[in-house]
């Protein structure tokens, strides 16, 4: 089996600290990272990034209040199509979009991405269903509702079927998150996405300010604490210092 990845950044989220980490102070600047998986049986996405409509108009896509609480770095050629067909990879022939949840900056590329099977957790694909909720917690349908086929996973979902990448529900930040785990040669690597947006996260537990169930949360870091103790390397969802360190297209994650 061989199983090749590439990462991209697909734009950047600058705001207060605090409101993604608890106890930080000023503002950070976050990547809003992308990650295109190759395997011998198909191309699967984990996260879109962000929608073009933000390039131009933020607040019309992401609502008046999410607008101003970040302000957005997306420039053309940053958006999720384009980083693919940068390293010649056709956006219409990736056969699998994991989505690890449903805010904007994880799924709003989805539509750029036509013909592919997204793969989401049952919870949170049912969560969009109370409009109150949905609202409440920044779920916009025109992300990630736009007619793609589905596969609900029910907790772990093994997408190739021979352990090389496997969903894992890592909820807590929204009802269906999840991380996504890789066997790659060079050892087990976890994509964490929003279950955990910065190393200082895993090791002291300081949460983001808004989540939808701490206890939850708090539960999925425990897991991946245990899985990086049994030697898996876990990739952080927001963390700019280790962005730096992460391989990006054409490079390969290895």
């Known amino acids: 089996m061989s199983l090749s990845v590439h990462a991209f950044t697909c734009g950047y989220l600058e705001g207060e600290f605090d409101r993604v980490m608890e106890g930080g102070t000023g503002r950070i600047t976050m990547p809003v990272p992308a990650f295109l998986i190759e395997h011998p049986k198909g191309r699967a996405l984990f996260d879109t990034g ?12 992401i609502g008046e209040k999410m607008a101003g609480l970040y302000n957005i770095g997306f420039d053309p050629g940053e958006e999720i199509n384009a980083r693919l067909e940068a390293i010649g990879r056709d956006p ?8 690890s949840h449903f805010h904007f900056d994880h799924a709003g590329g989805n539509a750029l991405i036509p013909n592919a099977t997204m793969i989401v957790q049952r919870r949170e694909w049912e969560a969009r269903l109370n409009v109150d909720f949905a609202t409440a917690h920044g779920f916009n349908p025109a992300d990630f509702d736009v007619g793609h086929r589905r596969r609900l996973a029910d907790g772990e979902y093994d997408v190739f079927g021979d352990g090389s990448v496997v969903c894992l529900p ?16 060079g050892g087990e690597t976890v994509l964490a996405a929003d279950a955990c947006y910065f190393c200082q996260t895993l090791r002291e537990r300081r949460l983001p300010r808004y989540v939808f169930d701490r206890d939850a949360m708090v539960e999925s870091l425990d897991r991946l604490q245990a899985l990086e103790a049994s030697g898996s390397r876990i ?18 994650i290895r």
Do not use: M, Y
Request: some cysteine.
């Open 92 to 99: 219409a022939r990736i056969d699998f979009i994991i989505n």
């Open 170 to 185: 890592t909820p807590g930040h929204t009802p269906g998150h999840q991380s996504l785990r890789l066997r790659l040669a």
């Open 50 to 61: 962000l929608h073009p409509h933000c390039q131009v108009d933020p607040a019309g896509r």
């Open 235 to 252: 990739i952080f969802g927001h963390d700019p210092d280790f962005w730096k360190t992460v391989p990006q297209a054409p490079a390969e």
